[in-house]
């Protein structure tokens, strides 16, 4: 017989003193695995680009490790976010739904990011929400409707985008994708014609 388990607290989890990364999401606990070097390199990329068309307005972008706030029972740390409300910066954590996240997908945290954080962030009111994939690269952009999030588009590195939180946003992906080390040829599904076809 499964004991049921008292949901932990954001209070008690914040100030756990290790050096584990742990997310609370209704009140269960997840050990966050240590990200990959390409992973911290999509991360760094998107950081630089992104920090300067902030600055000077009400918002600001911060990156992880920093804990975020969404409820009594629930704490996440995104890789990205924006906030707006300077009431949010409690100093050791933000308080309240940034309005952008932006999580990179690693093969370990793929389905909890997914799944489990993109359920809660739609709950908790973030307006836009952008998945990551580093390889091969791709961004989806997701934004909050009553609740529930769904995706506005889907972009490779030769393709755009635009935030519709911050329709101003300007993000060249191409030049992203190039500030990134090589990270191995994929055979990936391609146009093609058979060889023995012709067209009149």
Not at 8 to 27: I, K, S, Y
Not at 129 to 149: A, I, K, R
Request: charge should be negative; charged fraction near 25%; proline fraction near 8%.
């Amino acid at each position: 017989m499964e004991v049921e388990r008292t949901p932990l607290t954001f209070d008690e989890v914040h100030n756990w003193d290790d050096d584990t990364r742990w997310e609370l999401l209704d009140g269960r606990t997840y050990a966050m695995s240590s990200p990959s070097v390409l992973h911290q390199d999509v991360v760094l990329a998107l950081a630089l680009r992104l920090s300067p068309q902030f600055q000077g307005g009400p918002c600001r972008l911060y990156t992880a490790p920093l804990d975020v706030k969404l409820s009594e029972n629930d704490l996440v740390q995104p890789d990205l976010f924006v906030v707006c409300q300077p009431g949010q910066n409690k100093g050791g954590y933000i308080d309240g739904a940034p309005r952008l996240i932006v999580e990179v997908l690693s093969p370990s945290t793929q389905r909890h990011d997914r799944i489990r954080k993109l359920d809660l962030y739609g709950k908790s009111a973030v307006a836009e929400c952008w998945l990551v994939t580093p390889h091969p690269f791709m961004v989806e952009v997701y934004t909050n409707l009553g609740g529930l999030f769904a995706r506005v588009c889907a972009a490779s590195e030769k393709d755009g985008f635009r935030s519709q939180a911050f329709p101003e946003l300007k993000l060249d992906l191409a030049e992203l994708f190039a500030s990134l080390p090589p990270a191995g040829a994929l055979d990936e599904v391609r146009e093609a014609t058979p060889g023995y076809l012709t067209y009149q």
